[in-house]
């Protein structure tokens, strides 16, 4: 394998592993929110037995 191919296939994998990291962090969010949503709602749901 020569140093071009090297480079190609080197910036080939760094691609994808910005598109998979896109992807992850994508998933991320969207776990912080239904984190946060469930929060919120077990916080709403505990203030109504108290009142």
Same mark, same amino acid.
């Given at each position: 394998?020569?140093?071009?191919?090297?480079?190609?296939?080197?910036?080939?994998?760094?691609?994808?592993?910005?598109?998979?990291?896109?992807? =992850?962090?994508?998933?991320?969010?969207? =776990?912080? %929110?239904? =984190?946060?949503? =469930?929060?919120?709602?077990?916080?709403?749901?505990?203030?109504? %037995?108290?009142?």
């Amino acid at each position: 394998m020569s140093d071009t191919d090297k480079i190609k296939y080197m910036e080939m994998e760094n691609e994808r592993l910005m598109e998979e990291n896109r992807k =992850l962090r994508n998933v991320i969010t969207k =776990l912080n %929110q239904t =984190l946060n949503r =469930l929060i919120d709602n077990y916080i709403k749901s505990d203030k109504n %037995q108290i009142a």
